[in-house]
Nanobody, 120 residues
Framework: QLQASGGGLVQAGGSLRLSCAAS????????VGWFRQAPGKERDIVAS????????YYAESGKGRFTISRDNVKRTVYLQMNKLKSEDTAVYSC???????????????WGQGTLVTVSS
């Protein structure tokens, strides 16, 4: 089971760090992705990381502003978001995949999301 947390209300230009925590030891065998879904839009991938943390992927929307990392001892994956923009407003959620996934279709076991609201 995955649980995303760390969302909230922040002003444009600010930062937030999201956490995706897992209760299962098997979490460390999987790649993890962060996704977001804004109202009326499809869910899109934001960033992903492989099981060791050695490889990462970023969608264009977050390149240069977001950093994904993981702590396998704590079974947690983080998404550090800097220089936030109003268009980053969305529900952010995490899920697992085999390897480093680049698309929503490669992911399973979605956790509940956390709302990020960026005020301009």
């Amino acid at each position: 089971q995955l649980q995303a947390s760390g969302g909230g209300l922040v002003q444009a230009g600010g930062s937030l760090r999201l956490s995706c925590a897992a209760s299962e030891r098997a979490f460390n065998r999987y790649g993890v992705g962060w996704f977001r879904q804004a109202p009326g839009k499809e869910r899109d991938i934001v960033a992903s990381i492989d099981r060791t943390g050695g490889r990462t992927y970023y969608a264009e929307s977050g390149k240069g502003r977001f950093t994904i990392s993981r702590d396998n001892v704590k079974r947690t994956v983080y998404l550090q978001m800097n220089k936030l923009k109003s268009e980053d407003t969305a529900v952010y959620s995490c899920a697992v995949s085999y390897g480093l996934g680049y698309h929503v279709s490669q992911y399973n076991y979605w956790g509940q999301g956390t709302l990020v609201t960026v005020s301009s």
